[in-house]
């Protein structure tokens, strides 16, 4: 395989290809550089990395933790006991994220039916919108 600039190289994994030159400016992956023009190309082992970044990113694996995945990879560690633990990390977040998301859902619910039987009303001095005013007692109630 020859060497592609960042824009080949970007259109064959997927992604943009200032994604790519972000990947190369913080260390993620490495270019040689074309003697004639300056031109920063990758390898095939680049390549193949890109699509390892690109897979870790879909599972919401941050540019840090992919860093230091890539560390291990680099000094010829399995990464995968890391990249194991980290997933059950993100399962733990994502789980907790879901439980809050279901708690706010249901407190809308309460507002939304509590909402249902109050009239439309102008603006007044006291209160722009009952409607918000009412959330806000709704929240209360329920603490």
Not at 38 to 52: H, N, S, T
Not at 93 to 116: C, G, P, V
């Amino acid at each position: 395989m020859k060497l592609l600039r960042v824009k080949a190289l970007a259109d064959r994994v997927g992604v943009t290809a200032e994604t790519v030159r972000h990947y190369h400016r913080i260390g993620l992956l490495k270019a040689q550089r074309d003697p004639y023009n300056g031109y920063k190309l990758f390898d095939e082992v680049q390549m193949e990395r890109l699509r390892f970044i690109t897979q870790l990113r879909r599972l919401d694996f941050s540019l840090k933790e992919i860093a230091e995945i890539l560390e291990d990879v680099d000094r010829g560690r399995s990464p995968c006991p890391r990249v194991r633990a980290l997933l059950v990390r993100h399962m733990e977040e994502t789980r907790r994220q879901r439980a809050l998301l279901e708690e706010r859902l249901e407190r809308m619910d309460r507002i939304a039916r509590r909402w249902a039987a109050i009239p439309d009303a102008l603006p007044g001095p006291k209160a722009l919108c009952p409607l918000v005013e009412a959330a806000e007692e709704a929240v209360c109630a329920d603490s």
